[in-house]
């Protein structure tokens, strides 16, 4: 993405020096002009998640006119918090500014799309990365190699075009794709992490895996009864 004027800083309230906070209340000028340049940037992500939604849309409505079975079952969006932003490239010792965050942080947009069956995922994973003006630039398969927790999900991150009045800006989105069981795992899974705020303990992680692979196995069940009665029509 290219956007002028990227340095200005983004970094949250609470953690500007008493001098900057000082010299923003004194130089309203600057505050505004941040806050712009920064809601400009914002708006391009939100314009690809909309890009994305667009065409799992058209998908979505190709297989029900077709009479086919849809893979899609929901798609969720999101774009990250100033905060969570800040946080992350302060975690990764990164510039806390507008710069950094375009370069270096590529789930700003983010999509998930929830599929009924793991060959769903595989499926429309396909037919996206099909389409001329998508380009993918990573992918990390968690079906086919787990996190050590029992995470699994599909994660892509393309690249898709914004097309602006005056320009044409190439934005990052990171696309998961993941079963409802999968969903149902890590959304719980990062709901207990989330509320939890020492370490998990051992115990507990292991009983976190052992339900992940539980419903990794009921994954495959559901599967195999559903491709067991389409082979019955």
């Given at each position: 993405m290219n956007i002028d004027a990227l340095a200005y800083e983004a970094v949250p309230d609470r953690e500007l020096p008493i001098a900057v906070k000082q010299d923003l209340l004194s130089s309203p000028d600057n505050f505004y002009k941040m806050a712009f340049e920064f809601q400009q940037?914002?708006?391009?992500?939100?314009?690809a998640i909309k890009q994305?939604?667009?065409?799992?849309d058209i998908l979505n409505k190709e297989n029900k006119v077709s009479g086919r079975r849809n893979p899609i079952e929901t798609v969720k969006s999101r774009v990250k918090s100033?905060?969570?932003i800040a946080g992350k490239l302060e975690k990764r010792n990164l510039p806390v500014t507008f710069e950094s965050m375009v370069e270096n942080l590529h789930d700003i947009a983010g999509v998930r799309v929830i599929c009924p069956?793991?060959?769903?995922?595989?499926?429309v994973r396909d037919m996206l990365l099909k389409q001329p003006d998508i380009t993918l630039?990573?992918?990390?398969?968690y079906i086919k190699n787990p996190k050590e927790s029992g995470y699994r999900s599909l994660h892509l991150v393309i690249e898709v075009p914004v097309y602006l009045s005056q320009a044409t800006?190439?934005?990052k989105v990171e696309i998961q794709l993941r079963t409802i069981a999968m969903d149902f795992w890590a959304c719980l899974e990062h709901e207990l992490h989330y509320k939890t705020n020492t370490n998990v303990p051992e115990s507990v992680r292991r009983e976190l895996f052992r339900v992940a692979e539980t419903i990794a196995m009921t994954d495959r069940e559901m599967e195999e009864i559903a491709i067991e009665l389409q082979n019955l029509d």
């Amino acid at each position: 993405m290219n956007i002028d004027a990227l340095a200005y800083e983004a970094v949250p309230d609470r953690e500007l020096p008493i001098a900057v906070k000082q010299d923003l209340l004194s130089s309203p000028d600057n505050f505004y002009k941040m806050a712009f340049e920064f809601q400009q940037i914002m708006m391009v992500y939100e314009s690809a998640i909309k890009q994305i939604e667009t065409k799992l849309d058209i998908l979505n409505k190709e297989n029900k006119v077709s009479g086919r079975r849809n893979p899609i079952e929901t798609v969720k969006s999101r774009v990250k918090s100033p905060q969570s932003i800040a946080g992350k490239l302060e975690k990764r010792n990164l510039p806390v500014t507008f710069e950094s965050m375009v370069e270096n942080l590529h789930d700003i947009a983010g999509v998930r799309v929830i599929c009924p069956y793991i060959s769903d995922i595989y499926s429309v994973r396909d037919m996206l990365l099909k389409q001329p003006d998508i380009t993918l630039l990573e992918e990390k398969d968690y079906i086919k190699n787990p996190k050590e927790s029992g995470y699994r999900s599909l994660h892509l991150v393309i690249e898709v075009p914004v097309y602006l009045s005056q320009a044409t800006h190439n934005v990052k989105v990171e696309i998961q794709l993941r079963t409802i069981a999968m969903d149902f795992w890590a959304c719980l899974e990062h709901e207990l992490h989330y509320k939890t705020n020492t370490n998990v303990p051992e115990s507990v992680r292991r009983e976190l895996f052992r339900v992940a692979e539980t419903i990794a196995m009921t994954d495959r069940e559901m599967e195999e009864i559903a491709i067991e009665l389409q082979n019955l029509d």
